[in-house]
């Protein structure tokens, strides 16, 4: 089977450096699937504008919003009915280093099994509580996979073997916010499916627009932790004889 690898970016009220990330991906000569996540009018104008002015950009609408994993959840979707073999999923804001994008399908083409994922590395320009924050979810997904395999998984710029995440999400329910990114990892290792990560820089720039609420999506993961750590509970034994394969 031939790999066939693009571009899924979901979308919620930034218009700002779309554009330019747009202009930027389409150098890799792939395509490109845009969930637009219910933005506003703004939005949708500059949207249009971009699938009309690059040829390998589709818009995919969701009428209301959902969050940010069901915009990416509709992006995986679209991208596997298309025939895809893997999709990139890229955040919307300019936060990743899109130089990286070649070492990220380098990756994945030499493991194509496995989820391959950034590994931040942040500047000055993180917040404290985005940063610290970040080590209380690593702690726990260390306990739900009883592993220290899983470097990070909060960042949204990865590459998924779409013949696992399928089988995946025809099995389990995944979270539709910011818990998304977290769950779909942890339970593609439970699954069986090889993580591995490459170190990329992420930015936080002064026009960043962030859809994170600390309190509504802080309480959102810690709920997903868990239901994640009961899963683990569930699949003890596994993960135990798995550390000794």
């Not at 969701?62 to 073999?85: D, E």
């Not at 130089?99 to 083409?109: T, W, Y």
């Not at 002064?206 to 899963?231: A, C, P, Y």
Request: overall charge neutral; glycine content about 6%; aromatic content about 12%.
């Amino acid at each position: 089977m031939s790999s066939q690898y693009g571009f899924v970016i979901p979308n919620y009220n930034h218009h700002l450096v779309i554009r330019d990330t747009i202009a930027a991906l389409v150098s890799f000569n792939l395509p490109i699937i845009l969930v637009d996540d219910g933005s506003n009018q703004q939005t949708q104008t500059v949207l249009e504008d971009v699938e009309r002015e690059f040829a390998l950009v589709t818009l995919v609408r969701r009428t209301q919003n959902g969050g940010k994993g069901a915009a990416v959840q509709t992006g995986l979707a679209h991208a596997h009915q298309a025939g895809w073999s893997h999709a990139i999923q890229v955040d919307a804001d300019g936060q990743h280093d899109l130089n990286d994008v070649e070492q990220l399908i380098a990756r994945s083409k030499f493991a194509p099994t496995a989820l391959v994922s950034g590994q931040p590395v942040y500047d000055e320009s993180i917040s404290k509580g985005r940063y610290y924050g970040r080590f209380i979810t690593h702690f726990w997904v260390y306990i739900e996979t009883l592993s220290f395999k899983i470097k990070d998984t909060m960042c949204g710029f990865r590459v998924y073997p779409l013949a696992a995440y399928a089988q995946l999400i025809n099995n389990t329910r995944l979270g539709n916010k910011m818990d998304f990114d977290i769950e779909v990892m942890v339970k593609l290792y439970w699954q069986g499916t090889p993580v591995e990560f490459i170190k990329t820089k992420v930015l936080y720039p002064e026009n960043g627009v962030s859809h994170f609420n600390v309190w509504e999506d802080n309480i959102l993961i810690s709920k997903m932790h868990t239901r994640l750590f009961f899963g683990m509970l569930l699949r003890l034994p596994r993960l135990i004889a798995n550390k000794f394969k």
